[in-house]
């Protein structure tokens, strides 16, 4: 069944105005990471977070692995027209090994 | 360096026919996911190998998927036969071992559309 929960489930937003989304889950997580897909495009990795507190910034994006383990949490500062997408937060189970459990993503418009 | 490949980007068939879908891996990559998205959901694991292993098919909806590695390169999957629920796009991924495993990189799917 469904082990993460991803919102918001879309944002409409304008181009300069801050982002966030965030995933959440009743089970602990090992690894967290956030991935950004296009139309046409495969996932692409965006932010990788391995400790609980762990604060990871990739430009103006800022993903945090959150202390109790079982959330993450994904902001965008500024946003400009490309950060147009679907963004997924993405997870390791303490019980899995190489397997990723998501979430069901977060579409992001901006209206320039 | 070249990125994950995946042939084809689209395949449309009737359903009961067969469908193969094929992942080339980022060169060096040891392990090798197929996950799946059915429209409006979330991304779901199916396998992953580790050379020509698999190390977890825990995701294979059943046994009319059937996933080879040979010689631990390329991967197929096949689908036989095909189902109107097998409809969606299927993505592979490939990452390196240790504490690199979870940095998976994707391909750009194959869009699957079963009539």
């Known amino acids: 069944g469904q082990q993460l929960n991803q919102s918001p489930q879309s944002m409409f937003i304008q181009e300069g105005e801050d982002v966030s989304m965030n995933c959440t889950s009743s089970s602990i997580f090992n690894t967290w990471l956030w991935y950004k897909q296009e139309p046409g495009e495969g996932p692409v990795l965006l932010i990788a977070l391995y400790k609980a507190g762990e604060l990871t910034s990739n430009g103006r994006l800022t993903a945090q692995f959150g202390i109790t383990r079982k959330d993450s949490f994904l902001n965008i500062s500024a946003s400009i027209p490309s950060d147009v997408g679907i963004y997924f937060c993405a997870g390791q189970l303490v019980t899995s090994y190489g397997k990723l459990t998501f979430g069901q993503g977060t579409i992001l418009t901006v209206h320039p | 360096e070249a990125g994950v490949t995946q042939f084809p980007s689209h395949s449309v068939i009737e359903k009961g026919q067969t469908v193969t879908l094929r992942c080339d891996p980022i060169s060096g990559h040891d392990n090798l996911y197929w996950y799946r998205r059915v429209m409006g959901k979330e991304i779901k694991f199916l396998l992953h190998f580790v050379k020509e292993s698999k190390q977890d098919e825990s995701g294979m909806p059943n046994n009319r998927f059937l996933a080879e590695r040979t010689g631990g390169t390329y991967s197929t999957l096949k689908v036989q036969p095909a189902e109107l629920e097998d409809s969606g796009v299927y993505f592979c991924?490939?990452?390196?071992?240790?504490?690199?495993?979870?940095?998976?990189?994707f391909g750009p799917g194959t869009r699957l559309t079963v009539t």
């Open positions: 991924a490939s990452s390196q071992d240790g504490e690199d495993l979870y940095e998976q990189y």
